[in-house]
């Protein structure tokens, strides 16, 4: 049975290639570095992380980029021995320009060390690199148009300002005609092309929509590269904007794949809503996450199996999802696998292993856009248990280090080890509650807790909409550190204003020092654990 989400947690934009019976799917990791994910499965169920292939700064370096930024929209591919890579570095979100720049890196093996980077172009965002049958490249990616005169709606629809195509060569980078070759439909926010080629005919697959609850896979075809497209009979083959009680929604922006067996299938992304602890509203902590759906082929169109534009939670397959377990790091030996951390292709400035624990080195706050000493794994299930223990000692409240979950620079809880000029060193909470773009920093004990010697275990429960920090020192008793926080709060829909949000909550370990002095806090274990969770 597949269970969607396949690739559950902040997993956005998935980009899917088959290469004999092993399938790889590439996901969107914004401002988290290494950039890109990729997984590899042979059933289309069970699925591993084997690279993040944009590892030093040659090609990335997103010190700088706001939230949401960095790398969009990633495809991957396989042709003439080697795979290929297309990504985007966004420089800025904000306002009406879109600084977007595209690359091509390859690598003969998918875990193997990726090239440097082949700049593209810097039109806009979403690139596509399609090989066709004649051995000709060709590379496709929106237009960002900041004068607002695009050719559908009003605000933002007119930004969204078609599909450009053009041919690309390794030798030759880009050349020949450059054209306008789709605008979209009526929905518009047309974005995310991807080209494949089936019985003559081109097909182009778009997101549509937006990344919210309009989102949607448009398709159309065309005899020939250039077009014109045609529209889908039914415009979109994936969508949940009219089927409120799914529990998967904001549907969109996949690519199609066909098994050996000429199976046809076909990735989206998807996000999972639940309430808050007042039962209203939805909000999607884990994220935009990757689905797939089995289709079928009629009259040359593609329709999801079971008809209409809803994807099914569970499609039946031949092999058992083999579920998510508690991981847990008693030492640190290296880096685990399921960490990250933000922007910097130079991570010994932020951290390093030495004697069995992580050692973060205090940078910049919570709120930097250049260097943050934070590590941290994505959240995957909405209700589980995370856990640390840390040697820390600051010697001013500009110093702090300890248990975070975090959504991005002005949505996140902190449980912190910090210094109090009265009590010493001390045990506090620290909030941003999504109040973008001023995110004031609040502070939810009343009183902080003066700590004893010696080491400090913290822990989070997050159950659903709410979360609860604990502490502990010794062999004390686990106490509650302060009140329940708001977990809902933690993600893409979290906080107030009208910012985009396009990553997913995470949970981990963290450090700052903003007196410049790079005081060190040592984490010497981390366990995840999920946990039940009913969806009311």
Known sequence: MIENPILPGFNPDPSICRVGSDYYIATSTFEWFPGVQIHHSTDLVNWRLVSRPLTRTSQLDMRGNPDSCGVWAPCLSY?????????????RLDGSFKDAHNYIVTCDTIDGS??????????????????????????????WNHRGLGKLGSGAHQRFDGILLQEWSPERGLFGPIRQIYTGTDRGLTEGPHLFKRNGWYYLTTAEGGT??????TMSRSRDIWGPYENHPDLHLICTADA???????????????????TAWHTFLLGRPIPDASGDGRYCPLGRE??????????????????????????????????????????????????????TPDPSRIFHVENGQLVLTGRESLGSWFEQSLVARRQEHFSYEAATSLAFEPTTYQQAAGLTTYYNRWKFHAAMVTHDDDLGRILTLMSCLGDYPEGPLAFPMDTPIALQDGSVHL????????????????????????????????SDEGGRGEHASFTGAFVGMVAFDTTGQGQQAKFSRFAYHPKPFQRS
């Not at 409120?244 to 000429?262: C, F, K, L, M, N």
């Not at 689905?291 to 099914?312: F, H, K, N, S, T």
């Not at 997050?462 to 020192?473: C, D, E, T, W």
Request: some cysteine; glycine content about 10%.
């Open 212 to 217: 919210g609850y309009q989102h949607a896979v």
């Open 114 to 143: 990726w090239s440097d980077p082949t700049y593209v172009n810097s039109h806009g965002f979403d690139p596509t690199l399609f090989h066709d049958d004649d051995g000709r490249k060709w590379f496709a990616n929106l237009r």
């Open 79 to 91: 042709a003439d021995g080697k795979f290929w890579l297309v990504y985007t570095d966004v420089k």
């Open 459 to 490: 822990s989070v429960e997050v159950a659903g909409p709410l979360q609860q920090f604990y502490y502990h020192q010794g062999d004390n008793a686990p106490q509650k550190l302060g009140p329940a926080l708001p977990a809902y709060i933690i």
């Open 290 to 343: 990757t689905g797939i759906a089995r289709c079928i082929w009629r009259d040359d169109w593609l329709y999801l199996e079971d008809g209409g534009m809803v994807p099914p939670v569970d499609i039946d397959a031949a092999a058992n999802h083999m579920g998510c377990a508690s991981v847990v790091h008693e030492r640190f030996s290296d880096l685990p696998d399921e960490f990250q951390w933000l922007r």
């Open 244 to 262: 409120p009680d799914s529990p998967i929604q904001r549907t969109g922006h996949g690519q199609y794949v066909e098994a050996p067996d000429g």
